[in-house]
């Protein structure tokens, strides 16, 4: 005998969908800008010969990578503010499975 399990009915949910954005993409998409920003003023100004062009880059870099991921964490947060405001309900379907035997042992 072959008992074959009950297909459940599925249950209609509200859900809300969102675009949330990627907040570690926003990090270091502003990290990399704030080393660029650094290198670039950098080379605004005069080296000094005592210490030289890549440690002073180094140096200034330490500053500007860290306000730029400050500032990609800042623009992240208030991206996910806005996809807050956008959010749209929709119709889901829930269906619960039981694990089938094999899945058990």
Same mark, same amino acid.
């Given at each position: 005998m072959s008992t074959t399990p009950e297909i459940p009915k599925p249950d209609l949910d509200e859900v809300r969908i969102r675009r949330a *954005?990627? !907040?570690p993409?926003?990090?270091?998409?502003?990290? %990399?800008? =704030?080393?660029? %920003?650094? +290198? $670039? $003023?950098t080379s605004l100004f005069p080296v000094d010969p005592a210490v &030289?062009? =890549? *440690? +002073?880059? %180094? /140096?200034?870099? +330490? /500053? =500007? !990578?860290?306000?730029g991921v400050? !500032? &990609?964490a800042l623009a992240? +947060?208030?991206?996910d503010r806005v996809s807050t405001r956008r959010i749209r309900? %929709? @119709?889901?379907? @829930?269906?619960v499975v039981p694990p089938a035997d094999d899945e058990l042992s």
């Open positions: *954005p990627k !907040i993409a926003f990090m270091i998409v502003g990290g %990399a800008l =704030g080393a660029i %920003a650094s +290198l $670039v $003023v &030289g062009f =890549g *440690p +002073l880059v %180094a /140096y200034v870099s +330490l /500053y =500007g !990578i860290t306000a400050l !500032i &990609g992240a +947060l208030i991206a309900t %929709a @119709r889901a379907e @829930r269906i």
